[in-house]
């Protein structure tokens, strides 16, 4: 069965760094792009950012350039999102998901981050 | 890069069939045949339910169907059922600066 699961949500203050990550099993992660999927809290769906299945090419949405990274680690079947300098407008559900081009075919049920003072 | 524009709600009768519009431009919709729909219900992850502008998942009921024309893709939903209920996104790989953008997302709603 394939299964995502997306840990690390919190509650931080603004300007807080936070690292999400996704465990993945029940396929083979090393053939597979990954990207990071977010919902504000009533809102729609904001692609965040990708990488690739070698870990080497990485894509992030305009907005999110230079404080949000991502990364995989194959050993551990794993998927990253290292959030920095927090702002409200980051607040969300943030997805993790498999990704071939446009098709998100496989999700997680997603981890919550809420960035307050 | 500005999402793409869908219209916020549709709503059908059981039984009949409805469209959803999903409009971009040249360098999104327009530019790729990488076009693709999900279904959330509330408070779940999304579902593909539509890849590549018209194919169909595996396990996807054939009631949905996807094209596009130009810079708008289109999903079908025929036979409306109550399941169908549910918050519909169009995705759409951008020539932007951003790669991939999503739509505005449209709340289907069955009378």
């Known amino acids: 069965e394939v299964q995502l699961v997306e840990s690390g949500g919190d509650v931080v203050q603004p300007g807080a760094s936070l690292r999400l990550s996704c465990a993945i099993s029940g396929f083979n992660f090393r053939s597979y792009w990954m990207s990071w999927v977010r919902q504000a809290p009533g809102q729609g769906l904001e692609w965040v950012a990708n990488?690739?299945?070698?870990?080497?090419?990485?894509e992030f949405a305009d907005s999110l350039k230079g404080r949000f990274t991502i990364s995989r680690d194959t050993a551990k079947n794993s998927l990253y999102l290292q959030m920095n300098s927090l702002r409200a407008e980051d607040t969300a559900v943030y997805y993790c998901a498999t990704q071939s081009w446009a098709n998100f075919a496989y999700w997680g049920q997603g981890t919550l981050v809420t960035v307050s003072s | 890069q500005s999402a793409l524009s869908q219209p916020s709600s549709v709503s059908g009768s059981p039984g009949q069939s409805i469209t959803i519009s999903c409009t971009g431009t040249s360098r999104d919709v327009g530019a790729y045949n990488y076009v693709s729909w999900h279904l959330q219900y509330p408070g779940k992850a999304p579902k593909l339910i539509i890849s590549?502008?018209?194919y169909r998942p595996s396990g996807v009921s054939p009631r949905f169907s996807g094209s596009k024309s130009g810079n708008t893709a289109s999903l079908t939903i025929s036979g409306l059922q109550a399941e169908d209920e549910a918050d519909y996104y169009c995705v759409s790989r951008t020539s932007g600066t951003t790669p991939y953008v999503f739509g505005t997302g449209t709340k289907v709603t069955v009378l």
């Open positions: 590549d502008v018209s």
């Open positions: 990488i690739d299945a070698d870990g080497r090419l990485q």
